[in-house]
């Protein structure tokens, strides 16, 4: 388990490492006791493998939208996952929303049965009891959101548990890539940014379940721009080096305008140039600093980098840095 805040953390568990007889068991005494508060079998003798990380972000003094609890998990195997009455007690009645990329999901609670299908959505309930079956390998999200800031965005969020939600399906697959994101973010421990993913993640799933008019209006502008402008940005750093990364390019893959690509951008405050500009400045700087970098000349890095003229490159590296590529080269 590793600490993210002081009100947050990050737990991340792998079988890999264990005998087959041990993973289940372990799963289930590490995971299933204490985190999710279930009890988990397997529905068939193959062979088990998980692979999942808990992260929590909770904020203190950030009011009603305080927490968000996001399981990431990867099953080689179906199993079944009953929250008893007894297990009730924990007094967790959080809403959980369940997406899968792969794999299916039923679920028995309040009374219906419900089934889910990769990149269709479902809401279940922590306060009541349920049972889940996982019929084969998946890979899912399920994510905590507190009842009360859930009620106040989607007043309706009660009537859509364990029924066939309205969300518009680009949402959901938007909601999966910022959580996507949200996995290789380093700085999750800042306060500031934790406040503002967990207010994302509540708008961006008010969206799916349903919100009001009034809210809608807020969470589509809020929470849905910030998701866009993740995907964006991850988008381009995959594509720094040989990759189109202009805004029409980037409009035709994100299914979306090229005016509302620059617009993300001015919102954040910088421009969509400049964010390129300084994406491959800051990996040059980075190749510069590496070792394993050391025999490949500074041109050679400028060019992996995107970058198609080295006077260019030069002279934005130094008025950037205030030094020149050399001498970053020599202080490492």
């Not at 079998?41 to 992260?55: A, E, Q």
């Not at 084969?136 to 029924?163: N, Q, T």
């Amino acid at each position: 388990m590793k600490a993210l805040a002081s009100d947050g953390f990050s737990f991340r568990f792998c079988t890999e490492h264990l005998l087959p007889a041990e993973r289940l068991p372990t799963w289930h005494d590490v995971f299933g006791r204490s985190v999710s508060r279930r009890i988990l079998s397997p529905l068939s003798d193959d062979l088990f493998h998980v692979n999942m990380t808990v992260r929590t972000l909770e904020t203190g003094g950030f009011g009603s939208h305080g927490r968000v609890s996001v399981q990431h998990m990867t099953l080689s195997a179906g199993f079944s996952a009953q929250r008893t009455a007894e297990l009730l007690a924990d007094g967790n009645d959080d809403i959980v929303l369940h997406i899968h990329e792969t794999g299916r999901r039923t679920v028995s609670q309040l009374g219906r049965e419900a089934s889910t299908e990769p990149f269709n959505a479902l809401l279940t309930s922590n306060a009541d009891h349920s049972t889940i079956i996982l019929p084969e390998p998946a890979r899912f999200f399920s994510i905590g959101l507190p009842r009360k800031p859930m009620k106040a965005l989607a007043p309706g969020i009660e009537d859509a548990l364990m029924r066939p939600l309205p969300g518009d399906a680009s949402v959901v697959r938007l909601l999966v890539g910022y959580l996507r994101v949200l996995e290789d973010e380093q700085r999750l421990g800042a306060p500031d940014l934790q406040r503002a993913v967990i207010a994302h993640v509540h708008d961006l799933a008010a969206v799916i379940v349903g919100a009001t008019r009034d809210t809608l209006e807020i969470a589509r502008g809020r929470g849905l721009r910030a998701a866009r402008l993740r995907a964006v940005k991850a988008d381009i750093a995959e594509r720094l080096a040989d990759g189109d990364v202009r805004a029409p390019a980037l409009a035709l893959r994100h299914r979306v305008s090229a005016r509302y690509i620059h617009k993300l951008f001015e919102t954040d405050g910088t421009t969509l140039s400049q964010h390129v500009l300084g994406q491959r400045l800051s990996r040059v700087h980075r190749l510069l600093s590496d070792p394993r970098y050391a025999g490949q000349t500074i041109g050679a890095l400028a060019f992996q980098s995107g970058f198609g003229d080295l006077s260019t490159f030069n002279h934005a590296f130094r008025r950037h840095y205030g030094l020149t590529p050399s001498d970053v080269r020599a202080a490492y």
